[in-house]
Every structure is written in structure tokens, then in C-alpha cells.
């Protein structure tokens, strides 16, 4: 090793000090400072590599003397990739989107190693150096040199896992017992929400907060709010951010916040930014269902109106005794003896999930729903019947007589009937129905007029019926949550012309 090799290695050290200070932290970024960024994953694993065998073979060389002179290369190589590693790094940190306290240590922890690299490569040349072989133990200094090396390799590696891969990277499939031993909870109640009292705490505490405190608040709180805006108290929450408000209670649509969480993630306004760590699919729909019900903080979780969706989150979050809408009651489950009767009768009866007490009911044949003998099967069933299907089928406005008759029913499928709008009118006991098919029936502006007052109902489809337009609108106006679909946008995909149920 020449007094050269050790002058430019001294020389690349002071050019990373520089690049430390030239290369911006943030702002804008060119796309060629980003493509030399991107190289930083890569790169990264030379100077680990290399400096790994420089200390193994230094060990080794205790034994073996002719090893020194490999060691010396490794740690010349090793501080040199270090500092090219460390260079394309504050490109890469330039994109943004990291972490910013872990991002700063690991940043530091990156120049430490490319300057402890080159002193434990000066220390082990320099007797050489000086010509003063004589001394040939190193000193303590070149030790503490090659200890402090691989302290900050250690933990500038686990920095960088953090940074891409979360906190729990190393910790995710650790055994139960060592989880245990660092306090955390056991592998299977990972993603479960773990709630003192599920009946006791609010939806915005429990399912939203928790969201924005870890997502968000790194770069939206009090005395750090990117874009105006801080996440961390319910009213800086409200009163938004430099673009006024972000949340529009009862239009997730509408708001800011949640458009801004759906864009793609290449988009400059997407949140969080590209490489910070990014929502699942079910946290972003639970904020968007949140907006959507009104943004409060007030409403309890077992008082939350939830869909279908957020049911299955729920569940999966293992929420499964927060119970809602008809699953709240505690109803009775249906005799088979009554359940075999009614599939006697022709009509399909499955369970509409495990272990529960409600029922669909399907009718598969065109004239066996309009008989009394189905009516007279279903009596003893009514208090579990949840959907029921008469779609396609001859049934008529007669069978309103039993469907008012089934109060948990949240589903009813009349499309393609002989049902009109004298029907209808007597549809308003049930406080359940949250989907309601009326397509290619005879429906027109009465029968709808008085669907506003369902409290439960969600989806209505009125496609191929004589309800106006201005009357949908009215009726939206009435129940602006109420999904109706009036058939425009799915005409492409129906290829099936609605036929004469005659
Ligand atoms: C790594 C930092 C970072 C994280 C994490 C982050 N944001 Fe942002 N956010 C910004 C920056 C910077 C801006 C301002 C630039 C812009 O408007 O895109 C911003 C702006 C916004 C705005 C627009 C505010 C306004 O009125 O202009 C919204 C809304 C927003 N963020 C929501 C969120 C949400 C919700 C999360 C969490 C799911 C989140 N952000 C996470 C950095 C971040």
C-alpha cells in the first residue's frame, strides 16, 4: 500500500463531506439525482461484503501472517465503495418519503463507516508506510478502528432495513417465545386490533387514529405540518391544510385527504409519499368509510352503520364480536325440520355464514315463489330469512304480503319481476334493507318516491325502469349515501338483453 493509495482515499472521504453538504436533503430532485439514487440498494452491499472478509480475514490473519496484505486490499476497497455507497445514498434520501429521524442516523451512520473504513485501512499501512516494520502489531488505534466499523456497519444495515422495510422487519417471524421476551405480542395476533373494551371505544379512536398516528403524523403534527396540515388533534385534523380542508364529512369523494391516499402511487400528490411506509388497502378504506359516515368522533364502534366491506375488515382485524345491524340481535336459529320443508318446496336455503342464524333464500324455479305453498314454508323461517332472491321469476306485487313479514331481510332481489309501484309502498317496515334490485320491472317516480325513508338502505338498482331522472335526483338529494344505479355506466359490460319473464 503506497502513501498514494491512502491521499486519494483521504481525498474520496472529503469528497463525500462535501456531496453531504451540496446534495439537498429535500425539494426537488432532477430524475438523473434519482436514477443515481436508485443505485443505493445495490451499491450498499459491496463495502458490507468487502469489509465482512477484511475483518474475517483479520482475525484469521492473527494466525495466518501472509493474510495481512488481503486485509490491507479489503479496507482500501472497502472505504471505497463505502463512499461511492454513501454518495449515491444522499441521492436516493433526496427523493424523500423516509422516515426523516431514522434516515438522519442512518445518513451519519453511512459516513461513519466510510470514514472508519479508511482510518483502519490508514492505521494498518501506516507501519508499513513509515517503514517501521519492526512494530508489527497494529495498534490499539487500529483496532478500535476495525471494532467501530463493524458497529456502524451493524447498525446502519439494520437503519436501512427499517427505512424500507418497517420496524418489525427482523422481528416479524421471530418465535413466539423471543417475541415474548421483547414485549411482543404473538406472531398469530399480529394485524389484530388489540382493544381494552372493542364496545367502549369510538370508530375514529380505534380504527382511524391509529392509521394517521403511524402513517401520517411523522410529517403531519404540530410543529411539522407538510402542506399546512397536521393529523394529530381531531381539530387540525378538521381544519386541514394550506389547501383549506381535507375531510368533507359524508363525501369521502370530495375529500382531499382521501383522494390524495387512492392515487397511484407514482403520483407527485400522492400520500404517503412514495417510500414512506404506505396504507393497506383496508386502513384506506376504513378512512374513506369514516368520511363517509360522517366523520365523527363520537360514534361508538358497535354504533357504526358498517358495509360489507368494513364488516370483513372488522373481522379480519379480529373484531368479530363487534356485531352490527342484524347481527346484533340475538335471534333464534331455524329449525331444519323448517328449513328442509321450505327446500321441499323447491327454493334454495343456505346459511348466509358460519355460525350464524340468518338465511338466504333463492328461488330457482319461475312459478314456485309464487305459490302458497311457499309462503306457507316461510312463515316459520321469516325472522331468519336475510336476502331473499325472487329475481327473474313471476312473482308479483302479492308477494309483498310475506316479504313485509321478514324483518331482518337486508337483501331483496326483485329484478326482472311482475312487481310495480303499488308493491313497493309497503316496503317501508323494513329497517334492515340495505340492497334493493328493482331492474327491468315496471317501477316508475311513485314507487321510489318513498324508498328515501328506508334507514338502512345502501344500493338501489333501477336500470331499465320508468323512474325519471329528475326523480333519482330527488332522491339522492333525500339519501345522499344511497347507491343507485341507474344502468349508464354498466350498459357496456351487460351483453344479456332483459327478456319478457313471461
Ligand atoms: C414523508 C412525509 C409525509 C407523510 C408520511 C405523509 N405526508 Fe402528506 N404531505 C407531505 C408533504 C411534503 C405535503 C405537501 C406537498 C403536497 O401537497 O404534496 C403533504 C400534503 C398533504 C395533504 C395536502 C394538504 C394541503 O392542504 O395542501 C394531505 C391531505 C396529506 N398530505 C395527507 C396525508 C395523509 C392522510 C398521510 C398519511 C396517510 C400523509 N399525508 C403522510 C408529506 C407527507
Known sequence: ???????????????????????????????????????????????????????????????????????????????????????????????????????????????????????????????????????????????????????????????????????????????????????????????????????????FDALIAPVLSDKCESCHREGRARGGLALDTQESLMAGGDDGPVIVAGRADESALVHRLWLPLYADDHMPPEGSPQLTVAEAELIRWWIDSGASFEVMLTDAEVTPVVRSILDSYGLDEIKTGIFALDIAPADSNDIAALRAVGVAVTALAEDVPFLQVRCTDVDVCTTDDFVRALRPVARNVAWLDLGRTNVGDNIFGIINDLPHLTRLYLQQTQITDEGLTSLEGLEFLEYLNLFGTSVGDAGVDHLADLPALRSLYLWQTSVTDSAVAALQAAAPNLYINTGLSLEPVVTEEPEESE
Open 1 to 203: 500500500m503506497t502513501k498514494k493509495a491512502l491521499i486519494s482515499l483521504a481525498a474520496g472521504l472529503a469528497w463525500l463531506l462535501l456531496m453531504l453538504i451540496l446534495v439537498p436533503g429535500s425539494g426537488r430532485p432532477s430524475d438523473f439525482s434519482l436514477f443515481l439514487g436508485r443505485f443505493h440498494p445495490v451499491a450498499v452491499h459491496l463495502p458490507i461484503g468487502i469489509l465482512f472478509m477484511g475483518v474475517l480475514l483479520e482475525v484469521l490473519s492473527r494466525r495466518w501472517s501472509r493474510l495481512e496484505m488481503p486485509v490491507l486490499v479489503l479496507l482500501y476497497a472497502g472505504a471505497w465503495t463505502a463512499i461511492m455507497a454513501a454518495v449515491v445514498g444522499l441521492y436516493l434520501a433526496q427523493g424523500g418519503g423516509y422516515d426523516t429521524g431514522t434516515l438522519a442516523w442512518h445518513k451519519r451512520l453511512g459516513v461513519l463507516i466510510a470514514i472508519a473504513a479508511s482510518a483502519a485501512c490508514a492505521l494498518k499501512a501506516w507501519p508499513d508506510i513509515a517503514q517501521r516494520p519492526a512494530t508489527k502489531q497494529e495498534g490499539h488505534g487500529y483496532l478500535a478502528s476495525v471494532g467501530a466499523l463493524v458497529l456502524f456497519v451493524a447498525l446502519a444495515g439494520h437503519m436501512g432495513g427499517k427505512l424500507t422495510h418497517g420496524d418489525d422487519f427482523l422481528t416479524r417471524y421471530m418465535p413466539d417465545g423471543l417475541r415474548a421476551l421483547g414485549g411482543l405480542p404473538d406472531k398469530d395476533d399480529i394485524g389484530m386490533l388489540q382493544l381494552e373494551d372493542p364496545t367502549a371505544t369510538s370508530t
